[in-house]
């Protein structure tokens, strides 16, 4: 890729692969936020598609911040004093600026996330929830200490790692890796494995939380966090983990025993299918920004 998008452009791009892959993906994150809950999933589509919308403009902003602060602060830091702007950032730079763009993105996603939820469990439209939400308007921040370190994690995962990985392999092994697309799978398994194994339990944290407003069974982060622990133990953190963003892995159904590996592998083809259609949709909408 020799040219570049601007960063009004990347962050229409990622709010483009975000829009996409949630109306793809609602019913397994439906899926996913019923047995983090511990509730009864319904296979009723007008039930699982409950709260898409909220879902859709979470997905869009969150995506949007997070790829234009992103590339916002990799910039800034590249461009700093003293420091060549044609030199690749580090990957503890590559982090900082994934970490802080995902907790900007949290402000715009928890409340969101917390519409749809509630829309999951009662049903009805956005106002009515929300209306709902803000008669004690305090309560519109309901998980998000969650969400934010989730989304910092997340980020981190999937902006900050792959390019690292990815430059690093085609450095080191030039034969092997080649071109961009042979580093690109690896550098997406690492980026994922990192992305789902660490941010899940953040994620059943705000779940529990968020479904939960009238705190009758979940109170504070810390007091979820310990309910949950006492009710299931390390695996309570890891409910749901395998609907975790449609992250389905078929094979896990039938084959319950040796699902390790298999599992590793769906859970990165997730962050390996935004890593490539972000550049792929990039191509399409900006066509005259990638002359090679
Ligand atoms: C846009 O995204 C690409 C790919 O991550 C990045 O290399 C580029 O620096 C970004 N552009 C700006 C202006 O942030
Ligand atoms: C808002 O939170 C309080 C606890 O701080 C809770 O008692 C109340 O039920 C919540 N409000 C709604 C509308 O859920």
């Known amino acids: 890729m020799s040219a570049e998008l601007d960063e009004q452009q990347n962050a229409t791009v990622g709010m483009t692969v975000g829009m996409i892959e949630v109306l793809i993906l609602q019913p ?46 990799k910039s800034m830091v590249s461009n700093q004093e003293g420091n060549d702007p044609n030199k690749p950032l580090t990957l ?38 929300l209306g709902d939400i803000m008669q004690n308007p305090v309560n519109i921040t309901r998980g998000f200490v969650g969400a934010a370190i989730r989304e910092a994690l997340w980020t981190c995962g999937y902006l900050s790692i792959p390019p690292v990985v990815r430059r690093t392999l085609m450095e080191s092994y030039p034969d092997t890796f080649d071109t961009n697309d042979k580093a690109r799978v690896p550098a997406a398994l690492l980026g994922g494995l990192f992305a789902c194994y660490l941010t899940h339990p953040f994620d059943t944290i705000k779940t ?10 979940y109170g504070n982060f810390f007091q979820t966090a310990r309910k949950i622990s006492s009710d299931s133990g390390l695996r309570g953190f890891y409910r749901g983990a395998t609907f975790r963003y449609g992250r389905m892995n078929p094979f896990k159904l039938f ?14 083809s997730a962050v390996f299918l935004m890593d490539l259609m972000r550049e792929k949709i990039g191509r399409l909408m900006y066509p005259q920004a990638f002359t090679d």
């Open 208 to 217: 529990c939380m968020q479904g939960d407003i009238e705190r009758e069974v």
């Open 92 to 129: 503890g730079q590559e982090m900082s600026c994934g970490i802080v763009a995902g907790t900007m993105s949290a402000v715009v996603g928890s409340p969101l996330e917390l519409i749809m939820i509630q829309q999951q469990r009662k049903g009805g439209g956005v106002p009515t929830r």
């Open 255 to 268: 084959l319950p025993r040796l699902n390790l590996s298999l599992s590793l592998f769906s859970n990165c």
């Open 28 to 73: 397994f994150n439906y899926a996913k936020n019923m047995v983090q809950q511990q509730r009864t999933i319904s296979l009723n589509p007008m039930i699982m598609y409950r709260g898409v919308g909220a879902n859709c403009i979470n997905m869009g902003s969150c995506t949007m911040i997070q790829f234009a602060v992103g590339g916002k602060l």
